[in-house]
């Protein structure tokens, strides 16, 4: 009663349970017999149904900056006994930087569905994009429909950092320093290299006053910062200070053009 209806089919000898909506689980263990065509019947007998439901480990979406992902492993009802499972992180794009390796046995307690994986996220200072890594079950023990189920689970983490601008700087020097060190910098890290074209363009200051330069520098991930460095000419003539610009042209990378200078 409140559970459901069991059904015979009288060809087949075939013992079929339907639940009635809402009913989850297991049925009561039920007592029956059979009877043949001269009327003899046999001893009565206990029927125990088991079901079996599919254990799923969801995919969930982060941002970089909530600290932890909560990954819920679920089942598709509860079980009449504990469903334990044991828990691997894997890297994709997302490496052990962005998380913590996590391995850690769960249990879904009997007549539960749900318990959650916690695993925490690296709030870093580079710009990177959307990355994941995966979450694996493997069944330890309980009763599951193995064959519907899906022990993978995908985190993406969204990056929080602003995409990086792009400084070439300013710099006085004396015509008797031998060399202007020029700095090329990223306002944040990147994940990936930045390669820039650099060439130098008369001003006030002719290639008489340094020597023209061309050449390409990489501001290598994860850092912030290269030197271009061009040669100043100590003349022995009199006149006024002169200047010289630096201009660079991004080959790759990804940074923020607009407001890069």
């Given at each position: ?200 363009t008369t001003g006030t200051a002719g290639t008489s006053d340094y020597t ?50």
């Amino acid at each position: 009663p409140g559970e459901g209806t069991w059904t015979v089919n009288p060809t087949t000898g075939a013992i079929t349970f339907t639940p009635i909506s809402g009913f989850t689980g297991t049925p009561s263990p039920i007592q029956y017999n059979v009877e043949d065509a001269e009327r003899n019947q046999s001893n009565n007998a206990t029927l125990v149904l088991t079901v079996r439901y599919p254990v799923t480990i969801g995919d969930v979406t982060v941002n970089e900056g909530d600290g932890t992902a909560s990954v819920p492993v679920t089942l598709g009802g509860p079980s009449s006994v504990d469903t334990v499972i044991d828990i691997t992180t894997t890297t994709g794009t997302a490496g052990t930087s962005d998380y913590t390796a996590t391995t850690i046995q769960v249990t879904i307690p009997a007549g539960q569905t749900t318990v959650n994986v916690v695993i925490p996220i690296t709030d870093d200072l580079i710009d990177e994009p959307n990355e994941k890594f995966t979450v694996n079950g493997t069944l330890v023990s309980g009763t599951i429909d193995a064959a519907n189920s899906d022990f993978i689970g995908e985190v993406t983490i969204v990056d929080n950092d602003a995409t990086p601008t792009v400084t070439i700087g300013d710099v006085t020097v004396n015509e008797g320093d031998g060399t202007a060190s020029v700095p090329v910098t990223l306002s944040v890290p990147s994940s990936v290299d930045t390669v820039i074209d650099i060439v130098t363009t008369t001003g006030t200051a002719g290639t008489s006053d340094y020597t023209a330069t061309t050449i390409q520098v990489t501001i290598l991930a994860g850092q912030t910062t290269a030197n271009v460095v061009i040669p100043i000419t100590d003349d022995l003539i009199d006149e006024p200070n002169e200047t010289f610009t630096v201009n660079g042209t991004l080959v790759s990378g990804t940074i923020d053009a607009a407001n890069s200078d």
